[in-house]
């Protein structure tokens, strides 16, 4: 089955500084990676996604990356607010709709 | 309603029992899915349901997790003998056909506390 790893698991900025979560994945099969955002108590949120055929996608503040070779994607955060502090957490999902987390990163942005 | 709804929103209960924890997922969304959250932990995937079927049950931990979707719409998680590490946050998400076509809604979760 899919394994996704993810670093770091905590992470703390500054406001205005950028923040970057890294994510790995095993199965080469995978062909699409979103990431959550959860604030306590709630459930986990779409905030972006990106599909095995496309290298970079970008939403405002927030970009993802994805470099299917190695395996591995990543979140960019760009002038962060305190509103922005929470848990991230990036998936993978196999070809029968199975969809798996990373561990998760909680981001800390302070003021 | 709007979106997903999972009740109840906690359940304590006494190591033995049996447990039911139920998910209303958005109108009209054929896939649904039961992850399995610790603290500090990201969601773990227990059960996923194409309409009426579990489409893959293989996160569910040993045979004393159970879940069923008879009408395709309302889904029921169960637990029978209750243990301690059974205590996590069980979410359900549903997606409108599944993970890979478009965004998984998750509800706000059923805290289950096992003593």
């Known amino acids: 089955g899919e394994n996704v790893e993810q670093h770091p698991s905590t992470l703390s900025v500054q406001e205005g500084d950028s923040a970057v979560i890294k994510c790995t994945y095993s199965?080469?099969?995978?062909?699409?990676f979103p990431w959550y955002k959860q604030e306590l108590g709630k459930g986990p949120q779409l905030i972006i996604d990106i599909r095995s055929n496309v290298g970079e996608k970008k939403d405002q503040r927030i970009a993802v990356t994805l470099n299917k070779t190695a395996k591995h994607f990543s979140l960019h955060i760009t002038e962060t607010q305190p509103e922005d502090s929470a848990v991230y957490f990036c998936?993978?999902?196999?070809?029968?709709?199975?969809?798996?987390f990373g561990a998760g990163t909680r981001l800390t942005v302070k003021p | 309603g709007a979106g997903v709804s999972q009740t109840p929103s906690n359940k304590v209960t006494e190591k033995g029992k049996y447990v039911e924890l139920r998910c209303d997922p958005i109108s009209g969304h054929t896939a649904l899915y039961w992850y399995r959250q610790s603290l500090g932990q990201g969601p773990e995937f227990l059960i996923y349901?194409?309409?009426?079927?579990?489409?893959?049950d293989s996160g569910l931990p040993n045979d004393r997790f159970f879940a069923v979707r008879p009408e395709g719409s309302v889904s029921t998680l169960k637990i029978q003998r209750t243990e301690r590490g059974d205590s996590a946050v069980y979410l359900c998400?549903?997606?409108?056909?599944?993970?890979?076509?478009?965004?998984?809604?998750f509800g706000e979760g059923s805290r289950l506390t096992v003593l």
């Open positions: 349901f194409q309409g009426t079927g579990a489409a893959d």
């Open positions: 199965d080469s099969a995978s062909n699409y």
């Open positions: 998400a549903s997606s409108r056909t599944g993970a890979d076509t478009g965004e998984l809604f």
């Open positions: 998936a993978a999902i196999l070809f029968n709709n199975d969809m798996r």
